[in-house]
């Protein structure tokens, strides 16, 4: 089975960031996501509510504000519960495991490759022993052979 999830949208309001009463920060944020639309027909958005974990949630509030553009990797989580009135309501939100931010420092549209954040995984004790020199650099190359896209209606999903 699969449940993944990315989207690329706009922060509609800056990050709420809350600690658990175990001292886990939790993330809130909404994303508007454009739908596709034909030419000549109104643009319709998507809000997403997002929630956010650990280190993960302390970079999303840190780094991101109210209309800048995020890049989001994750899941698909169904809530649901009871109201005052005593009917079941459901609720969707993605849970982010991965974010990057979806424009360059400057404003632009483009992705920035360099500024992603993935939260850092669960090591062996051979592993955590390495120091940081001793592991091995990915390199991303030359990057000007790919374009760059100038503005969201240009994308072609």
Same mark, same amino acid.
């Given at each position: 089975? $699969?449940? @993944?999830?990315? $989207?690329?949208?706009?922060?509609?309001?800056?990050?709420?960031?809350?600690? +658990?009463?175990?001292? =886990?920060?939790?993330? @809130?944020?909404?994303? *508007?996501?454009?739908?596709?639309?034909?030419?000549?027909?109104?643009?319709?958005?998507?809000?997403?509510? %997002?929630? +956010?974990? /650990?280190? +993960? *949630?302390?970079?999303?509030?840190?780094?991101?504000?109210?209309? @800048?553009?995020?890049?989001?990797?994750?899941?698909? /989580?169904?809530?649901?519960? +009871?109201?005052?009135?005593? %009917?079941? /309501?459901?609720?969707?939100? %993605?849970?982010?495991?991965? %974010?990057?931010?979806?424009?360059?420092?400057?404003?632009?549209?483009?992705?920035?490759?360099?500024?992603?954040?993935?939260?850092?995984?669960?090591?062996?004790?051979?592993?955590?022993? @390495?120091?940081?020199?001793?592991?091995?650099?990915?390199? $991303?190359?030359? $990057?000007?052979?790919?374009?760059? =896209?100038?503005?969201?209606?240009?994308?072609?999903?």
């Amino acid at each position: 089975m $699969l449940n @993944k999830v990315i $989207l690329m949208g706009r922060l509609v309001a800056d990050p709420e960031l809350r600690q +658990t009463p175990n001292n =886990i920060s939790l993330c @809130k944020f909404t994303v *508007a996501v454009n739908r596709p639309y034909s030419k000549g027909s109104e643009r319709l958005s998507d809000f997403i509510n %997002v929630t +956010t974990w /650990r280190q +993960t *949630a302390e970079f999303v509030s840190r780094y991101f504000s109210k209309g @800048k553009m995020i890049i989001i990797e994750g899941s698909l /989580r169904n809530n649901n519960y +009871t109201d005052r009135d005593g %009917v079941k /309501r459901y609720s969707y939100e %993605v849970q982010a495991d991965n %974010v990057s931010f979806g424009e360059s420092k400057g404003g632009g549209s483009g992705i920035n490759i360099d500024e992603s954040f993935e939260p850092p995984r669960q090591e062996n004790t051979q592993d955590s022993q @390495k120091s940081e020199s001793d592991r091995e650099q990915v390199s $991303l190359g030359d $990057l000007n052979d790919f374009e760059e =896209i100038l503005s969201d209606g240009e994308i072609p999903f």
